[in-house]
């Protein structure tokens, strides 16, 4: 059974840069069958997709984050990352990470989430 | 990218009685490779994660109860949840994985009445 967790900062400060970890058990990030995607929810608010990373590194991300997003992945320690650069107040949110299955797009499994607060 | 909305916003069923939850897309989710909707619903119990209930708009995620049925093609779709349940009391969200950026519905609110 896949798990995720979430880890990384909880308070960043306006115009800094996010950066979460999200580290995988029970599978890998390099395998084909999987590939990995980070989802954001404001609080009291609905879900937005941010980006993906497919087995073989590549990436496809949101451009409603305006270019600041980069998602990358650490196959030594079955990790992927999220970096999310510039921040301010509207990227408050509980950050998500999730797997999605190769046979199709959905999102079969998720991390518990961890709140990260932007302060000025 | 495709909008997602949802109907009603929230809604109050009595226990053992029947929700439907309403989603449509602003293009159609209709894969032509495999005739499938890219169309999934997922639950979000109030500081959890979402939970994936149903994908390919009909097809139901292992180990999710037969009373809830995903219906719908093209760009509308529908969640029922028969007989609910006090454990079904959650925000419900539509999403569409057929292009990206990948979207999702605002979510409905389901509650016991």
């Known amino acids: 059974q896949v798990q995720l967790q979430e880890s990384g900062p909880g308070l960043v400060k306006s115009s800094e840069t996010l950066s979460l970890t999200c580290t995988v058990s029970?599978?890998?990030?390099?395998?084909?069958?999987?590939?990995w995607t980070w989802v954001r929810q404001p609080p009291g608010k609905g879900l937005e997709w941010i980006g993906i990373?497919?087995?073989?590194?590549?990436?496809i991300y949101n451009t409603s984050l305006g270019g600041r997003v980069t998602i990358s992945r650490d196959t030594s320690n079955n990790q992927f990352s999220l970096s999310l650069s510039s921040v301010t107040a509207a990227d408050t949110a509980v950050y998500y990470c999730?797997?999605?299955?190769?046979?199709?797009?959905?999102?079969?499994?998720w991390g518990h989430g961890t709140l990260v607060t932007v302060s000025s | 990218d495709i909008v997602m909305t949802q109907s009603p916003a929230s809604l109050g069923v009595s226990l053992g009685g029947k929700a439907t939850i309403n989603c449509k897309s602003s293009?159609?989710?209709?894969?032509?490779?495999?005739?499938?909707?890219?169309l999934a619903w997922y639950q979000q119990k109030p500081g959890q994660a979402p939970r994936l209930l149903i994908y390919?708009?009909?097809y139901r995620e292992t180990g999710v109860p037969d009373r809830f049925t995903g219906s719908g093609s093209g760009t509308d779709f529908t969640l029922t949840i028969n007989s609910l349940q006090a454990e079904d009391v959650a925000v419900y969200y539509c999403?569409?994985?057929?292009?990206?950026?990948?979207?999702f519905g605002p979510g409905t609110k389901v509650d016991i009445k």
């Open positions: 999403h569409q994985y057929y292009i990206t950026p990948f979207t």
């Open positions: 029970g599978g890998s990030v390099s395998s084909l069958d999987s590939k």
């Open positions: 999730a797997r999605v299955p190769a046979s199709n797009e959905v999102l079969d499994r």
């Open positions: 293009q159609s989710v209709l894969y032509n490779l495999n005739n499938k909707n890219c």
């Open positions: 390919w708009a009909s």
């Open positions: 990373i497919w087995p073989n590194a590549k990436t």
